[in-house]
């Protein structure tokens, strides 16, 4: 029972990993590629589709960004955890 539930739980600190990198990456595409350097004088209809896109990209890449933080924090709890148990025996 011990062995499966630290499997479990460094699977969902991965699984947090990948998720937030994934989505740092889309964000950073929205960014990037979408939103790319605004127009000199942009007619009012294109000014809106940057501040969209600009946005969209903002928002993802702090959710990826936070969710790494959360998975890494996650992974280091567990660590401690294992390692602090494994001197009290």
């Keep these: 029972m011990e062995g499966k539930m630290k499997k479990m739980f ?4 991965n699984t ?4 937030g990198c ?4 889309i964000g950073a595409y929205y960014e ?3 939103a790319g ?3 000199q004088d942009p007619p009012l ?7 969209v896109n600009l946005g969209i990209g903002d928002e993802l890449c702090r959710i ?4 790494v933080l959360y998975g890494i924090a996650f992974r280091l ?3 401690l955890f294992a390692k602090i148990r494994r001197q009290i025996r």
């Design 64 to 67: 990826g960004f936070f969710a």
């Design 37 to 39: 350097i605004p127009y």
């Design 22 to 25: 994934l989505i740092f990456m």
């Design 32 to 34: 990037v590629i979408k």
């Design 16 to 19: 947090a990993l990948l998720a």
């Design 10 to 13: 460094c699977t969902l600190s």
């Design 77 to 79: 709890a567990l660590w």
């Design 45 to 51: 209809e294109l000014q809106i589709q940057y501040a």
